[in-house]
């Protein structure tokens, strides 16, 4: 607790320090404090940074800032406390510090004695002023004689305010303004300058610092919990927020903010108890403020009046409507000020607002801090201030641009304001707030043909009919998402429910990844924290649809035990139950879209008619098979998809799906070109917010853009951000001086907005392109931890704040879970291609390392994402890991797609050596330099990949990939036809070897070196070479092949369903031999294991074999049984094979 308050004790004056030490458990009212002292006043003026100009290199420096300003501040600091003084003030135009005779060492002593030494801190504070290069050897310091006031104030949530006031502080600030900064010298007031002038009083006069006790020194009885709340109360709230958070290092910000400067007239501080009247109207500028998400700043006093300065927009408050707010309070302490109470006091005020990059954090040293403010806007606010008359508001125009049609306000002549400002400064008096409206929503600009299509689509809805897609498709930037954001406006107003999603480039290879948005909003799921919440929400919501269908009539179909299914859509972490863990490749696939497409059924019962997801070009295959299930089955369901045109390069994935969507009934096509010069024109007025535009730009525009609606955006806010046109009071102008040369300007969408990102500073530079690693979309927690450079982390949200503020990634989701969004994808396309490759590995490295630790107990949902970001990475052996995860995963979702490229590079970045792997890394995936692994996992991994290859069809190259993993198992398939029939002779023998030894049992009997799990593998390799070759008609293959499985599951040891599989094929062929002993010996033994196993994939293919044994004996009634209980197996399990058995069964029925 002592190293927390420690922290806190430097922002508190030191009067107030004693205060507390002596009595931390006072009862906090309003206190006042007068005594006979030496006030020391130093114009800052010579300090551009606290006078409020920021350097002109951006907003990217906050670090450099503050170090500069610590640096100069200690010097000031130490000059004043080696003299006996009392820094009271660091920032705010005037540094202040104040000599007590009661307080110095040695007190107590005349007050010439303290006069004098504040003048000889106030020449050490010249000497040391003049030396400094942005000083140019001015310096304006003065000193002042006279009663010195004090007051605390305030005290709402517990924010307590400091002022220092007093003829001795009047004195010097009369002085200082009539000093010369040209000659570095001391002006001393009227009294200071006549007690200087009497001799000096006997005794020793030297130097001797005041010090405060330690902590370490105080009484152990004292309260430290009470001391600590006692000394939080004068610190500012973002201090006091950031500490308590541990963030020290986070207090310093540079961002664009609001500031209100606040000026009040009247108070008599010569007079006692004038704390009373203060503390009350504090309290109201307090509460007013906080009300409005601002932060209080300092109360200070000084030859214009009582200032208090306010601050909107700092983190974590920082909002898009930071200036909004800010006059809307400004606006309530107007009407204040024009209050009977204030009017009978005698008061009155003025007030400024404005907008701009602000300065914001810590200065001074380890013995006393202030929470200052710097920067133009916090200068330009205070200008505004001093030039309003009583009881006026005025604002700049940056802050008139974001309020104008929220508040009403005068337009005044453009005006010089005094200091720093090099240019004419637009300045508008804001005097009423106007009445709340509807919420505008852009209205999208040209597409007119495409809308009315839109709006009769969703007049059919309306009558219960239509659905079917729309495909709107066009090159990027062209206008897709505005268009289709329009059908949604469109349909919110004629009362149609609506769901959307969108496709993530890099999360093309995630099932279903375009439909996560949807169902997640479907289910209600995503504003629910826990995961026990969210289970509990979709059993509900799953139990509705059983009952809906069970009302249907017929036995009810099984809905609530698929729940687990759905994790492979929506994070809800269900447990796999006895059926779903059966489900496997098409099966799981087949009855997980089964499901969806019943919650977009049921969704159409609550008025759900619409569904649009966007950059379909980066569809997984998942998400494509939903999309052609929901416009087959799902009715009235308007799929809408956007897309860049399929057939562009590594656009390739959906290539089928989208054309077998083509050709469905109720698709409709949109294919959207350039749009006209007038559309242009109006959509770029819109963006830079005038209402035209200069001919030249106009011109430029027009015939650059070629009908582009996102290359004009682009190069309007090119040309504005490179100081060629300028917006001042609404209107657009072109720079004076500056060039408008078509041939200096991009020529394509890409090198515009790569032109673009480079002007920024170097810090948002990298915070752009490490955000484009993370994705289009990524949060600011995220970016905090894998940002490269820790020293920029505590800036990143004034960063993201001026990024959002140029339209290139707009805020997302406000706190607590702040995320912002590339506006563009092709943004982020440019922005990531713009990093150099060792800067790709760095931060890919850092994404993929927080994704592990932050999914460290749940990683598989994010397999395929891990295998991005550490494949960019060129980290092999990793990227092995993942492929072979994310793998195994697609192939039991039944993504034979994903399955076969994860696969496929797995296999490539691998040899088929044997032995273990003799390198762990390799040097980069450029040199595609091969990681050895042993001889089974890469067998498993080819046959997962034939796996894959049959699941799309392909049974050429499935069989080859097949054949090729037993080869590397060391169990090769003959490739000739004596090969084959010598290999039958040997498995026959070696089977009736076993039949004979063990009539009713199996052996145990293994190969030298060979593993169970291997002879396993070898076993169901050779049953789905069975599976080929039984569907392809190649009998003189499948005996071999049947055997073989046999033949390897039998030396494993174990009834397994490879087995119980081979023992019912076997008996369908020794039939057809005419060994009906033999085949009746292994049908008994394949209808044993298949009604003792619960494998209900196992069981059903089983006894439909069977079945078909039975049935070619013409034993009716016990095929007839067979194949019921294989349909009912398959029926449970929800295997589309069930068709087979349904064959099989109607094939009987005729024989019968």
């Known amino acids: 607790m002592i190293d927390s308050i420690e922290a806190l004790l430097p922002y508190v004056p030191p009067p107030v320090v004693r205060s507390l030490l002596d009595d931390p ?211 500012p709230t973002p201090v006091n927020d950031w500490l308590q958070h541990g963030l020290r290092e986070w207090l310093t910000v540079l961002q664009p903010m609001s500031v209100l400067w606040i000026r009040v007239r009247g108070f008599a501080y010569e007079r006692e108890g004038v704390a009373g009247p203060l503390h009350n109207f504090v309290r109201e500028l307090q509460e007013l403020i906080v009300e409005r998400d601002g932060v209080v700043g300092e109360l200070t006093v000084d030859e214009e009046g009582t200032l208090l300065w306010a601050l909107f927009g700092v983190p974590p408050m920082s909002r898009q409507d930071d200036s909004l707010r800010a006059v809307r309070c400004a606006l309530a302490i107007q009407s204040a000020i024009a209050s009977e109470a204030w009017q009978e006091a005698g008061l009155g005020g003025t007030l400024g607002v404005a907008t701009g990059a602000v300065f914001a954090g810590p200065v001074g040293t380890s013995a006393r801090r202030e929470y200052a403010v710097a920067g133009r806007g916090v200068r330009r606010a205070r200008n505004l201030m001093l030039m309003a008359r009583d009881g006026e508001i005025l604002c700049d125009g940056e802050t008139y641009r974001q309020i104008r049609n929220r508040v009403a306000c005068d337009v005044l002549p453009a005006t010089q304001l005094d200091g720093a400002e090099d240019e004419e400064v637009a300045v508008y008096r804001p005097y009423r707030q106007l009445p709340s409206q509807p919420r505008v929503r852009e209205v999208i600009v040209g597409r007119m043909t495409e809308r009315v299509f839109f709006a009769e689509r969703l007049g059919q809805l309306q009558r219960g009919a239509g659905g079917g897609a729309i495909l709107v498709e066009g090159e990027a930037g062209i206008g897709k998402s505005r268009l289709v954001k329009d059908l949604l406006r469109q349909a919110e107003v004629v009362g149609v429910r609506t769901l959307s999603g969108s496709a993530d480039a890099l999360r093309q290879t995630t099932a279903y990844q375009a439909w ?105 295959s998942s998400s494509w098979s939903l999309a052609l299930d929901v416009v087959r089955h799902v009715r009235p369901i308007l799929l809408v998809l956007s897309t860049r045109p399929i057939g562009e390069p590594n656009l390739d994935v959906g290539t089928g799906a989208f054309a077998q969507l083509q050709t469905m009934p109720g698709t409709r096509a949109l294919q959207l070109g350039p749009v006209g010069d007038e559309e242009i024109r109006t959509m770029v ?346 569907r392809a008609g190649e009998r003189e293959s499948v005996p071999y092949s049947a055997l073989m499985s046999i033949n390897l599951s039998e030396e494993a040891g174990g009834s397994t369903s490879v087995l119980i599989e081979g023992y019912a094929m076997m008996s369908v062929l020794a039939a057809g031999l005419g060994w009906r002993g033999v085949a009746e010996a292994y049908a008994r033994r394949a209808e044993d294991g298949a009604r003792a196993t619960t494998d209900l994939a196992c069981r059903g293919g089983a006894l439909l074999t069977l079945g078909l044994y039975k049935l070619g004996e013409a034993r009716w009634d016990a095929a007839g049984e067979m194949l019921d209980a294989s349909i009912r197996a398959r029926e449970r399990l929800g295997d589309q094979r069930l068709g087979d058995s349904l064959s099989v069964s109607a094939c009987m029925m005729f024989l019968r």
């Open 516 to 620: 996560r948005e949807v169902f997640a909003a479907l289910l209600g799921v995503a504003g629910l924290k826990t995961p026990q919440r969210r289970r509990a929400r979709v059993i509900g919501q799953l139990q509705e649809i059983a009952d809906y269908l069970g009302q249907a009539g017929g036995p009810a179909p099984e809905v609530v035990g698929h729940a687990p299914l759905l994790n492979d859509v929506v994070a809800l972490d269900f447990p796999e139950n006895e059926l779903t863990a059966q489900m496997s490749g098409a099966v799981r696939a087949s009855n997980t879209r089964l499901l969806l497409r019943r919650l977009l059924e049921m969704s159409v019962l609550r008025g759900y008619r619409v569904v649009v997801l966007e950059d379909a070009h980066w569809f997984d």
């Open 685 to 1030: 007025c819109r963006r830079l917010g005038v209402e035209q535009l200069p001919p030249p730009v106009d011109a430029l525009l027009t015939q650059r853009a070629a009908g582009h609606p996102m290359f004009a955006e682009e190069l309007a806010y090119a040309l504005r951000d490179e100081g060629v046109i300028e917006v001042r009071g609404g209107e657009c102008q072109v720079v004076e001086g500056a060039r408008l040369e078509a041939e200096t300007l991009p020529k394509s969408l890409r090198e515009l907005i790569a032109r673009r990102v480079e002007t920024l500073s170097p810090s948002h530079q990298l915070t752009l392109k490490t955000a484009s690693v993370i994705g289009r979309v990524f949060s600011l927690d995220a970016l905090r931890e894998v940002h490269p450079v820790a020293s920029d982390k505590p800036h990143l949200l004034g960063q993201l704040a001026t990024l959002a503020a140029l339209d290139i990634t707009p805020l997302e989701t406000p706190d607590p879970d702040r995320s912002y969004r590339f506006k563009h994808t092709i943004t982020r396309e440019v922005v990531y291609g713009l990093m150099q490759p060792a800067q790709r590995q760095q931060v890919h490295t850092a994404v993929a390392e927080w994704l592990e630790s932050r999914y460290a107990d749940a990683r598989a949902p994010i397999y395929p994402l891990l295998v991005h970001h550490w494949q960019a990475a060129a980290d092999v052996w990793r990227t092995i890991i993942y492929l072979e995860s994310a793998g195994e995963q697609a192939l039991e979702r039944g993504a034979y797609q994903e399955a076969i490229r994860f696969l496929g590079e797995l296999l490539e970045l691998t040899s088929p050596a044997r032995g273990v792997r003799r390198q762990r890394f390799a040097p980069g995936f450029g040199e595609r330099r091969a990681v050895e692994v042993d001889a089974p996992r890469r067998a498993r991994w080819e046959r997962m990949l034939g796996r894959a290859q049959l699941g799309l069809g392909d049974t050429v190259e499935g069989r080859r990939r097949l054949e090729r993993s037993l080869e590397v198992l060391g169990y090769p398939v003959p490739r000739s036809r004596g090969g084959r029939a010598l290999g039958l002779m040997r498995q026959g023998i070696k089977q009736l070897r076993r039949r004979a030894l063990a009539p009713r049992g199996l052996t145990s009997a293994r190969r030298r070196g060979a593993s169970r799990e291997t002879l396993l593998d070898a076993a169901r390799t050779y049953a789905d070479l069975v599976m080929i070759d039984a």
């Open 25 to 235: 458990e006072r009862w906090f009212d309003p206190v006042e404090t007068r005594f006979v002292g030496a006030a020391l006043v130093i114009d800052m003026g010579w300090c551009p940074l606290l006078h409020g100009e920021l350097p002109r290199t951006g907003l990217d420096e906050p670090d450099a800032v503050k170090e500069l300003l610590d640096e100069r501040l200690s010097r000031l600091i130490g000059a004043c406390a080696r003299e006996g003084g009392e820094v009271v003030r660091l920032a705010g135009g005037c540094f202040v510090a104040v000599f007590d005779p009661a307080r110095v060492p040695g007190a107590p002593v005349e007050l010439a004695t303290v006069v004098r030494r504040a003048a000889r801190a106030g020449e050490t504070a010249c000497a040391l002023i003049a030396t400094l290069p942005e000083s140019h050897g001015r310096a304006r310091v003065a000193v002042g004689a006279g009663e010195v006031v004090t007051c605390e104030v305030g005290g709402i949530y517990e924010r307590w305010n400091y002022v220092v006031a007093g003829a001795a502080l009047q004195e010097a600030l009369a002085a200082l303004a009539g000093a010369v900064e040209e000659r570095p010298r001391v002006a001393l007031g009227e009294r200071a300058d006549a007690l200087l002038e009497q001799p000096a009083a006997p005794g020793p006069d030297e130097p001797v610092a005041v010090t405060l006790p330690k902590l370490s020194e105080l009484p152990e009885a004292l309260d430290l919990e009470a001391l600590e709340d006692a000394v939080r109360r004068f610190v």
